[in-house]
């Protein structure tokens, strides 16, 4: 089709327009989806070459000096395949849905990578303090959660949706055990306890909790079923003796590489499992993409071949569907039954493209209620920043703050945030 | 940039390709504009049409013998500008946000307007009923409207999508008073009233007047003051005295020529008000999408120079701005400061990278704002269309039903609407 015929273009050219479409966005999806067990791999290398920097650099040099160059290596790797892996979003083509804010993304995370080949000098040369590299990798990590963030929010098929929201809640619960792994072990190295720390322990406990459940709601069952087989979605009973520890120890308590070790190994154990997971539902995804993608392709072909003989036909008198016959379905009463996907003999064009009308709808209605554990996220994420500039607090005092709050009036958090965030707009105005 | 390079890509190219993704999406909204335009005089002419079909009709011939087909010419203009409108949005290109359903809806529509020529040769011939005739044309229009309706859910810049919000309920709002004028003209002209046309024409006034709310609230200042000039919102005096004489007629009546000429030319006055009112929100709208673009494509101009100037100087060490000062605007609690479109001399590319970051997550939100109107008035019909289907009651009589549930618990009518629709989904899967 050429601009200039467009007067020409038929009703049925645009059903397959529409159907195109569709299979478009399901091609971008599975690339996303692909970006996303990219991120999920080079996430996995920096949590792991984090906690070895940091028991490097908390023992000043002796421990994990030989491992440290084999990690930075695994990560190097993931990122090249990361890089590789963005060739799939390319920027010419520019017009996914979202790819804006992807795309802002994606640069942040990048320039985030660039400048870790001079912070992985910094750190061999000791030149570093251990809590602010870990805070720098975890910084880049949460840069690189944004990339899956915004992938899970501008995908455009419900049930893929529904997938990558599980996705990002596990990635970012996997991560606050990770940041919990790497506080807990720079703790029993150093012999710094105190309430500071069980402050932050409690924070990323509880955080973790909120996203697996998020998780659990969203996961297709295989990847439940690998969840429920590894126990990941608790600690182990060492696990939950070392954490008992390290929040009942005495502010100064001597150093204790022992259980330091034994803290890193159980908490690696555990991260290892939710990386298990991951994988897993990076499988059903890659599947579920696939399978979406091969039955629009038939759907297009069988709906192709239907409109050609329906064109053979000559149009009969009777046929005013959308004259005299189509209130139904363009208002959107028409009953919600699920579409198959070859256009059944006898279905006339209006039947088609109705057929797609109420498909879609029936999509963005359930695409809508996938978005809302995002929608939430983001909301809390607001008030967050809001709380810690109206009242001076740090990431973790906001967040009990917002907290205790939701539990004093028994509330829902993401409720309390959104009315904390309309107020403060409300302010604004005024 | 091609595939191979990708590895090469840099912050600075993810960066402009985030800028690039926005220009393209205004350059579409322009487009999409242009389209809505085209729609908005097509269902002008439509409408007069109808008008003009139905007395004709209704007089068996006698009455607007001689304009029908002046207006017929002019409905058939308006289409063949609507069909070469179409081009702007190429369905080859594709990956337009929301562009399945938008072409779905397309498909629809076109298809009501080729069934429209054989319709019209049967009005020609006295061969139909004024009745269904109008229902036909009703039916094409909210087909029209609903690619109207799609243009505006799937716009993605906060302003354009307010004024889009707006225009569509200000053409709905200005169907129904066609609607209405159809309607009371055939029952003048026929003597036909009683109480089924007064609970239409209730329905009717009562819609059209939620729709004006909807529009005076996403309207622009200078749309909104010739809404207010021409006096736009409420009907004439005369109009007033016409719907109360129509509602409080008894069943069978001798048929008033007169008079139906009389409302006819009423109802005219102000619909043309209202299409005035339209011109001018169109104006607005297509010099905001103008506006917008010019300002994305400077703002583009000045990153490009800004970054390049950026690639020319050495990175200093003290640059570790993701991984040692990045927590604010990465984690979406930076302030929520407007964007200038010039980046000072002196920001860093992070600084750049963040505050396009922020800029879109302001939009995002702000875009919520606007759609969520149109949420609620896919709920509303999704709820009518079940409220329809489970008590067997017709348009009107579901509309009416929740109106009155809504009022019997003081509630918003959206808000009962999406209790409904929640309801039937639990009963579905149970």
């Known amino acids: 089709m050429t601009q200039q015929d467009a007067g020409n273009r038929t009703a049925a050219d645009y059903l397959i327009a529409s159907k195109r479409c569709d299979i478009h966005g399901l091609e971008q999806l599975l690339d996303t989806g ?41 990560a190097l790797k993931q990122e090249r395949q990361f890089r590789a892996r963005l060739t799939g979003i390319d920027p010419a083509a520019g017009a996914m849905p979202g790819a804006s804010r992807l795309y802002s993304r994606v640069a942040y995370a990048i ?34 959660l944004a990339v899956v963030f915004e992938a899970a929010d ?8 529904r997938l990558l929201v599980a996705m990002f809640h596990l990635m970012q619960g996997k991560e606050l055990a990770g940041r919990e792994r790497a506080i807990g072990a720079g703790a029993f190295a150093r012999g710094e306890f105190g309430e500071r720390l069980t402050e ?20 297709d069952d295989p990847s439940l079923a690998t969840w429920r087989r590894i126990g990941a979605g608790e600690a182990s009973t060492e696990l939950e003796r070392l954490r008992r520890k390290a929040c009942t120890a005495p502010p100064e308590q001597p150093a204790d590489p022992d259980r330091a070790d034994r803290w890193f190994e159980e908490a690696s154990r555990r991260i290892d499992g939710l990386k298990q997971v991951e994988d897993q539902l990076e499988g059903s995804l890659e599947h579920l993409c696939a399978r979406k993608l091969e039955a629009a392709r038939d759907d297009l072909d069988c709906h192709e071949q239907h409109l050609e003989a329906l064109a053979g036909k000559p149009d009969e008198p009777a046929a005013f569907a959308v004259f005299f016959d189509g209130g139904g379905a363009a208002a959107g ?11 059944q003999l006898g279905r006339s064009l209006v039947d088609l493209v109705q057929s797609q009308s109420v498909r879609l709808q029936r999509m963005s209605e ?13 909301t809390v994420e607001r008030a967050k920043g809001l709380v810690m500039q109206h009242r001076g607090m740090t990431e973790e005092e906001a967040y009990r703050f917002l907290r205790q709050v939701a539990m ?11 009315d904390a965030v309309a107020m403060v707009d409300l302010l604004r105005e005024a």
């Open 366 to 378: 359930e695409l809508d209620e996938a978005r809302t554990a995002l929608a939430e996220r983001k």
């Open 111 to 144: 320039h985030g990578l660039d400048e870790l080949r001079s912070v992985r000098e910094e750190v061999r040369g000791l030149r570093l303090d251990p809590e602010s590299v870990v805070e720098g990798y975890s910084q880049l990590i949460h840069g690189l």
């Open 200 to 219: 932050r322990l409690r924070h990323l406990i509880d955080n973790q909790e909120r996203c697996f459940e998020i998780f659990t709601g969203f996961a």
């Open 34 to 74: 692909r970006l996303v067990v990219a991120v999920s791999n080079l996430i996995h290398a920096l949590q792991r070459e984090r906690g070895a920097a940091n028991v490097y650099l908390a023992s000043g040099g002796r421990r994990f000096a030989r491992d440290l160059p084999g990690l930075r290596q695994a």
């Open 154 to 161: 501008s995908a455009v098929d419900p049930d893929i949706s």
């Open 408 to 418: 004093a009036q028994s509330r829902r958090l993401a409720d309390v945030a959104s």
């Open 333 to 343: 009463t028409a009953t919600y039954t699920t579409d198959v996907a070859s256009p």
